[in-house]
């Protein structure tokens, strides 16, 4: 990956310490001083933030942050197909966009509204819509009752909003990499049939497979391979 170098240490046993003093028990004031994870960090420092943060987040979650730390790799990879600029928020927001799931942040059962609540409390307002609206989020949203308060975060059309999407749905549970069908089909094993995130699927899933299209054609226009 050209823009974005790899800075997390691969073992889930041993990430590097976080330099945030965010507690994640609580939410920031915006504007508040963060230190590296504060809105003004651009960049690789966004990066290194989002990686570690997410690490600091999600290490207690053991799979969940497999997960997390694959679908950030992956994005490192697909960054090389974006500008700059895109690399960096598309590469961060892979590493956190399931930090709703974090004990301290669960709020609504949503972890995509979840997680782009606690984005947009420490001032980092692209990660958030992007967050909010992985992997087509909104028709899990809609099933809980969710759906105005996802429309507080407007969601970005974009093809950097099609390559996270990408990531997370091309990376399983545990960090292993699968087809969005067999993807599909792993949700519907660990949740359960009843599970708002399998009977969201029946829904998401024509949406699903056209982000994932319009990114492998995006890569190979680019020359981005394996
Ligand atoms: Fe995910």
């Known amino acids: 990956m050209r823009c974005v170098r790899q800075r997390v240490a691969n073992s889930p046993d041993s990430p590097r310490r976080p330099r ?58 697909v960054a090389g197909a974006f500008s700059q600029q895109d690399s960096v928020q598309l590469v961060a927001a892979a590493y956190l966009h399931d930090v709703g799931d974090a004990p301290g942040l669960q709020q609504t059962g949503c972890h995509a509204l979840d997680g782009a609540r606690y984005l947009r409390s420490l001032g980092h307002e692209r990660l958030a819509r992007l967050v909010a609206h992985h992997a087509e989020a909104r028709f899990e949203a809609q099933l809980r009752g969710l759906d105005r308060e996802l429309e507080g975060f407007p969601r970005e059309k974009s093809a950097v909003a099609d390559a996270l999407t990408y990531c997370d749905m091309t990376v399983g549970s ?9 993807r599909a089909l792993d949700i519907a094993r660990r949740y359960g049939d009843e599970h708002a995130a399998t009977r969201s699927l029946a829904w998401s899933m024509p949406y699903l497979s056209l982000a994932l299209a319009r990114t492998e054609r995006r890569l190979r226009l680019r020359g981005v391979v394996p």
């Open 174 to 182: 545990a960090g292993e990499p699968m087809t969005l069908h067999e």
């Open 20 to 77: 945030s003093t965010v507690t994640p028990s609580r939410y920031a004031e915006p504007g508040s001083d963060l230190g590296e994870g504060s809105a003004t960090a651009t960049g690789e420092a966004l990066v290194d933030w989002a990686a570690e943060h997410a690490a600091e987040l999600l290490v207690p979650l053991g799979d969940r942050w497999l997960h997390c730390r694959a679908v950030g790799e992956r994005a490192r990879w």
